[in-house]
């Protein structure tokens, strides 16, 4: 589920674009009908500046999934999407099939006229994503080193996509050709066929293959053609009452129901993340009212709540059976939207539009109803209610590094108020909290206020990472849950302020700080240091027992149990040191402490002296985390 919600996510980035582009498009096509079915200057421009973000859908969801879905993203895994959408839909192609298979363009199956879809394009995100995740670290050889890290994210990401190239060379004709073939028996059913084509119709949206389903309804695959038979009205093929039946359903839903599910999300909102959801959801509903463009609002929800959006698919096909059966007709030349509606209420195929007029408020309280109860009921992460910290579009309410004082206060806002922290304390990068209620605790508002993460052991237990600095903000929070009035927090003697304000350099060598096996973070057994929370570096399982300086710097801090230490090298990178998973809990026994705070040291002068023994004697992991603190980008390398 956390995959699906931080996909979701992820589609946030495009779908923030669609509800201008899709007002834009509208307004265009309005003018066009107004102008006699003619482009003038207004509606060319519009149509085409609202097109430009709506016909590249799938393009602008290959680059997006890509970054969202990147750990640490940066412009190289947006690049690596593109490269994986451009090498798919360009093999795909019918021009280059046509020259691999000898066939002339018009002979090629027409299934790879729609290869350009929202499916192959988060497929294409996903690839881009994780080729970022696992090769920007690649170390090659000296004489290939210009390919090293981030140069080699887009040749691997290449490569794979020829991959998928290939396999969807054959497999793709058979998923169209499946689509159309059941869309042609769907036909047979009248109205509950109606209704089973709606369901499919929402079904099929996150993979962008509802295009192939609808060319059987709207236009002359199988001899219906429904919307272009209602727009030619009287002088076409199109029948009084019937024409129009796949597309009537649509107007009372997207019109009216999406718009009531909008509500209902932003009012379920956690009251700190209304706002944000708000301008999803708002922008989102009156697109889908005025030009029947539904994908901001459905793309805010279906990955997030998938169940939710399966509601959704029953409720549209629910909506084209009833409206097959009822004496009422309508269609669009874009959309089910009010602008539609309204220029083709005078069609003379149209029969009792006014009737879309009562079925949508009805729709729109059975959105609201359904969406509310659902959402609160599952505690569905609807917008506004992720539970996920990694919220990296929002900007910060954080205050500025020094004022711990500030910090302390946001902190104990965001973990419910005074009342809801029964114990405090902390260890060398972070808060160690017994809370009364975990549900109050609000990760989204934590991170806004400075902490680096937010993670929940389990129980009534929270931890919060803030940095060497976490003492100042710990004492900080004992005068705010005291009550005590504070004219501002002392600033730290050596010079962490400062360093705080620097950042780490891109590569940092260092020599190993004690012997041992080099891990990769990940396999440190505590989440902070694993998903690199705390920040970027290596492990080392020790076999030594002294803990060295791995550069010339000075000691930033000493924590007083003995199990960390934090450094500023020379070089600006802010380094920490902790010895052993958890050892704060071992008091200080096992481990002396061999330099004080503001100490200047040089590359190999010992800093702390332990007992590994002890350590795992005390059930804890011995294995030592090197982590950079003010640089997320950074690569560590021992030697």
Not at 70 to 84: C, E, F, N, Q, Y
Not at 129 to 136: E, G, I, L, T
Not at 570 to 595: C, P, Q, R, S, Y
């Amino acid at each position: 589920m956390k995959f699906f919600q931080r996909l979701g996510r992820s589609l946030m980035l495009p779908v923030a674009v669609l509800p201008v582009a899709a007002i834009l498009s509208g307004i265009g096509y309005w003018i066009k009908n107004a102008n006699g079915g003619a482009d003038n200057i207004g509606s060319a421009f519009l149509s085409a500046a609202g097109g430009a973000l709506l016909d590249n859908l799938a393009l602008l969801f290959a680059v997006g999934v890509s970054i969202g879905m990147a750990k640490k993203s940066d412009g190289t895994s947006a690049l690596a999407g593109l490269v994986s959408w451009l090498t798919v839909t360009t093999m795909l192609s019918p021009a280059t099939m046509a020259a691999l298979t000898g066939a002339a363009v018009g002979d090629v199956d027409p299934a790879f006229t729609k290869i350009q879809n929202v499916f192959v394009g988060i497929i294409c995100g996903l690839i881009g994503a994780w080729c970022y995740n696992r090769f920007k670290d690649t170390k090659l050889p000296d004489a290939l080193s210009f390919f090293s890290g981030k140069r080699s994210v887009a040749i691997v990401t290449a490569g794979l996509s020829l991959v998928l190239a290939i396999v969807l060379m054959f497999v793709w004709p058979f998923v169209y050709g499946g689509l159309v073939g059941f869309g042609e028996w769907i036909v047979t059913l009248g109205p509950v066929g109606a209704g089973i084509y709606g369901f499919f119709n929402r079904l099929l949206i996150p993979l962008g293959l509802h295009h192939a389903l609808n060319s059987v309804f709207w236009f002359d695959v199988a001899g219906i053609n429904d919307l272009n038979n209602f727009l030619q009205g009287s002088g076409g093929d199109g029948v009084y009452g019937v024409t129009g039946q796949y597309m009537t359903g649509f107007f009372p839903i997207m019109m009216f129901g999406l718009p009531g599910a909008a509500l209902a999300m932003y009012v379920t909102a956690k009251t700190t993340r209304r706002k944000v959801a708000a301008g999803i959801l708002l922008s989102g509903a009156i697109s889908s009212f005025f030009v029947g463009v539904t994908e901001p609002l459905e793309f805010s929800f279906m990955f997030l709540a998938p169940w939710l959006y399966l509601i959704h698919a029953v409720f549209m096909g629910i909506s084209l059976f009833v409206s097959a059966i009822l004496p009422v007709r309508m269609g669009f030349g874009f959309s089910g939207g009010f602008i539609d509606l309204v220029l083709g209420w005078a069609n003379p195929l149209a029969e009792n539009p006014w009737t879309i007029l009562i079925m949508g408020p009805i729709w729109f309280a059975i959105y609201f109803v359904v969406f509310r109860w659902i959402i609160r009921r599952f505690d569905l992460k609807t917008p506004g209610r992720e539970d996920d910290d990694a919220l990296e579009d929002e900007g910060t309410d954080a205050a500025p590094r020094g004022d711990f004082h500030a910090t302390a206060e946001r902190f104990v806002e965001a973990l419910g108020g005074r009342e809801n922290i029964v114990e405090l304390d902390n260890c060398a990068t972070r808060l160690r909290m017994e809370i009364a209620d975990v549900a109050r605790v609000d990760d989204a508002a934590l991170k806004r206020a400075g902490a680096a993460g937010t993670i929940k052991p389990g129980g009534h237990s929270v931890q919060v990472v803030y940095g060497l600095n976490v003492q100042f903000v710990k004492d900080a929070m004992e005068d705010v849950l005291a009550g005590r009035a504070v004219s501002a927090a002392p600033a730290p003697t050596t010079g962490t302020a400062v360093a705080q304000a620097t950042q780490a350099p891109d590569l940092v060598r260092l020599r190993p700080p004690v012997a041992g096996r080099v891990l990769a973070l990940s396999e440190v057994p505590d989440e902070m240091f694993a998903d690199g929370t705390m920040g970027p570096g290596v492990a080392i399982d020790p076999t030594g027992d002294v803990i060295s300086a791995p550069a010339d710097g000075r000691v930033e801090s000493v924590f007083p149990t003995g199990h960390a230490i934090g450094l500023r090298l020379d070089d600006g990178t802010e380094l920490l040191i902790h010895v052993g998973i958890d050892t704060v809990a071992m008091k200080g026994d096992g481990f002396e402490t061999l330099v004080t705070a503001g100490q200047r040291v040089t590359a190999g002068e010992p800093l702390v002296r332990f007992d590994r023994a002890k350590i795992v004697a005390a059930g804890h992991s011995p294995i030592t985390p090197i982590v950079v603190l003010n640089n997320p980008a950074t690569r560590v390398e021992l030697g």
